[in-house]
């Protein structure tokens, strides 16, 4: 009987640490890999939601090639030069305009090199972009809300009748 109960509470000893160690490695993957830090604090929440502006405004190599690429920098001084130019982030903003250098984003999702990934062909596909990315226009600062693995997108391409062939995403 005693013998029972010391398994037992062996058995609901680990289980507990199995739960925390888990909890504490999603804690630093969140806090480290899924929210990069960026040179510039920039609000999607503020550009769309409040702007107006759509994705392409931004990323307007989506829809034709496989990178949705960031913005010139020019795009953004457009409006910047006038607009919240006393800001500490737009400070830092023209200063990139004012030295024509590119602004040095760290990207929140890094594929490996053997992965080939297209936006367009997704967006031709009519797949939101808020499927992989998350509702960006409601983040303050942008972060990674899928893992983008292999398993997950396969799942994703079964359930869309997709290509799963190795060669659709692997060249």
């Not at 909890?23 to 939601?49: D, M, R, V």
């Not at 594929?111 to 297209?118: A, I, N």
């Not at 009748?161 to 060249?171: G, S, V």
């Amino acid at each position: 009987m005693v013998k029972k109960i010391i398994i037992s509470l062996l058995f609901t000893g680990l289980l507990f640490f199995g739960i925390l160690i888990v909890a504490g490695l999603g804690f630093l993957w969140y806090s480290t890999e899924a929210k990069p830090t960026q040179p510039i604090a920039y609000s999607h929440n503020i550009h769309i939601e409040k702007v107006g502006l759509e994705c392409d405004h931004c990323h307007q190599y989506a829809e034709q090639s496989p990178q949705a690429g960031v913005p010139a920098v020019e795009v953004c001084a457009e409006c910047h030069e006038d607009v919240a130019a006393d800001r500490p982030e737009i400070k830092k903003l023209m200063a990139y305009w004012n030295k024509k250098e590119p602004i040095p984003w760290n990207k929140v999702h890094n594929l490996g090199w053997h992965v080939y990934f297209t936006h367009k062909r997704h967006i031709k596909a009519n797949i939101d972009c808020s499927y992989c990315h998350g509702e960006v226009k409601a983040m303050s600062t942008v972060r990674k809300v899928r893992s983008l693995e292999m398993g997950w997108c396969v799942t994703c391409h079964r359930k869309n009748n997709a290509p799963t062939d190795c060669l659709t995403c692997h060249k």
